[in-house]
């Protein structure tokens, strides 16, 4: 083994560790706070959501960072987007926490916040020429996860309907539907260029973010929903149909 490859291991293992540390410490923090406000059993059951997409995230990072030098990940934008990814596994943990007064704000805050450093760290990226393949990798990954997590305490919470989980569903059908083509050897295009696609993300996002915010009744949020939904649902299906070349057949 090489000088630069023993160099590049350890800040493999740095950055790993780091990672996990942080997580641990937002664990323990996030366990107090619910202990505090509501009780050490909603604290504990929090931790088993939260913990578990920490870990994920944590593997995730540790899995991807082979696809630049290990220095990446303490790139600011990144760090800004593990932040995020804090925030959203945060954001979890409330799925299996009753919605009390004391802490019927937190998953919004959470999440919302998340959805502000979103825009952050894209920005800063482009600002500092720090864009890289693990950020993008990180950054696709964690806006994925928390389009899944935040509506699922939506709807544990009464906040959102059942019905607008078919958005999040939506992208993992999506890469699933491209994966097994690939698998059978079909041809998979490019995804078409799209002046909707970002801005209905966003429209998703601070919808998700204002549903999870106890001022609005639920009757009215929740047919708002479906009708919130229904866009991005259309841009997903048309962008399957083009990158399978039915929609140019058609």
Same mark, same amino acid.
């Given at each position: 083994?090489?000088?630069?490859?023993?160099?590049?291991?350890?800040?493999?293992?740095?950055?790993?560790?780091?990672?996990?540390?942080?997580?641990?410490?937002?664990?323990?923090?996030?366990?107090?706070? $619910?202990?505090?406000?509501?009780?050490?059993?909603?604290?504990?059951?929090?931790?088993?959501?939260?913990?578990?997409?920490?870990?994920?995230?944590?593997?995730?990072?540790?899995?991807?960072?082979?696809?630049?030098?290990?220095?990446?990940?303490?790139?600011?934008?990144?760090?800004?987007?593990?932040?995020?990814?804090?925030?959203?596994?945060?954001?979890?943990?409330?799925?299996?926490?009753?919605? %009390? #007064?004391?802490?019927?704000?937190?998953?919004?805050?959470?999440?919302?916040?998340?959805?502000?450093?979103?825009?952050?760290?894209? #920005?800063?990226?482009? +600002? %500092?020429?720090?864009?890289?393949?693990?950020? =993008?990798?990180?950054?696709? =990954?964690?806006?994925?996860?928390?389009? +899944?997590? =935040?509506?699922?305490?939506?709807?544990?919470?009464?906040?959102?309907? $059942?019905?607008?989980?078919?958005?999040?569903?939506?992208?993992?059908?999506?890469?699933?539907?491209?994966?097994?083509?690939?698998? #059978?050897? #079909?041809?998979?295009?490019?995804?078409?260029?799209?002046?909707?696609?970002?801005?209905?993300?966003?429209?998703?996002?601070?919808?998700?973010?204002?549903?999870?915010?106890?001022?609005?009744?639920?009757?009215?949020?929740?047919?708002?929903?479906?009708?919130?939904?229904?866009?991005?649902?259309?841009?997903?299906?048309?962008?399957?149909?083009?990158?399978?070349?039915?929609?140019?057949?058609?």
């Amino acid at each position: 083994m090489s000088g630069a490859e023993r160099v590049y291991r350890r800040l493999d293992a740095a950055a790993v560790t780091a990672a996990a540390l942080a997580a641990a410490g937002a664990a323990v923090a996030g366990w107090t706070l $619910v202990a505090t406000m509501v009780s050490h059993d909603a604290a504990n059951r929090w931790l088993l959501v939260a913990g578990a997409v920490l870990g994920y995230e944590v593997g995730f990072l540790a899995y991807h960072l082979d696809a630049e030098r290990p220095r990446a990940a303490f790139a600011p934008p990144n760090l800004v987007t593990l932040f995020r990814g804090g925030l959203y596994a945060a954001t979890a943990g409330f799925l299996l926490v009753p919605p %009390t #007064r004391a802490v019927q704000w937190i998953p919004a805050a959470c999440y919302g916040t998340g959805v502000a450093l979103d825009f952050v760290d894209g #920005r800063l990226a482009r +600002l %500092t020429g720090g864009t890289t393949e693990l950020g =993008a990798k990180l950054d696709l =990954a964690f806006d994925t996860l928390g389009f +899944l997590v =935040a509506p699922l305490v939506g709807v544990a919470w009464g906040r959102l309907p $059942v019905a607008y989980l078919s958005l999040s569903a939506a992208r993992y059908v999506y890469r699933a539907g491209i994966g097994w083509r690939k698998r #059978r050897g #079909r041809p998979i295009g490019d995804l078409p260029e799209s002046r909707v696609r970002r801005p209905l993300a966003a429209l998703q996002m601070t919808f998700i973010t204002a549903a999870l915010a106890p001022v609005g009744p639920a009757a009215v949020v929740h047919p708002l929903a479906v009708v919130v939904a229904a866009p991005s649902l259309a841009v997903f299906a048309r962008d399957y149909l083009a990158v399978t070349g039915r929609l140019n057949r058609a």
